[in-house]
């Protein structure tokens, strides 16, 4: 089992930033695949971006340049910063993870980018 504790979130005027934290607790040795992905209202879930143990990420093209995913595997947490942050990324954002090929995901946040 993984529990995801999420961080961060809330309300910024375009060109701002903001930064989101996931922790994961549980009983595992180490975690595959951890990130984020998003849902804005009236739309399917989709990726943000994804880190593996390796290191090796993964964004979405709308986010590339703008956002950096981190990953601390002794800490077992990943932070999202968010930069240059448009109207287009307001949604609630969930911390994702896999393990043994089973997604896991936390509660969700809001981000809401608005003047």
């Known amino acids: 089992q993984v529990q995801l504790v999420e961080s961060g979130g809330g309300l910024v005027q375009p060109g701002g930033s903001l930064r989101l934290s996931c922790a994961a607790s549980?009983?595992?040795?180490?975690?595959?695949?951890m990130g984020w992905y998003r849902q804005a209202p009236g739309k399917q879930r989709e990726l943000v971006a994804t880190?593996?143990?390796?290191?090796?990420?993964n964004y979405a093209d709308s986010v590339k340049d703008r956002f950096t995913l981190s990953r601390d595997n002794a800490k077992n947490t990943v932070i999202l910063q968010m930069n240059s942050l448009e109207p287009e990324d307001t949604a609630v954002y969930y911390c994702?993870?896999?393990?043994?090929?089973?997604?896991?995901w936390g509660q969700g946040t809001q981000v809401t980018v608005s003047s």
């Open positions: 549980g009983t595992f040795f180490s975690i595959n695949t």
């Open positions: 994702y993870a896999s393990l043994f090929g089973r997604a896991y």
């Open positions: 880190v593996a143990s390796s290191g090796s990420t």
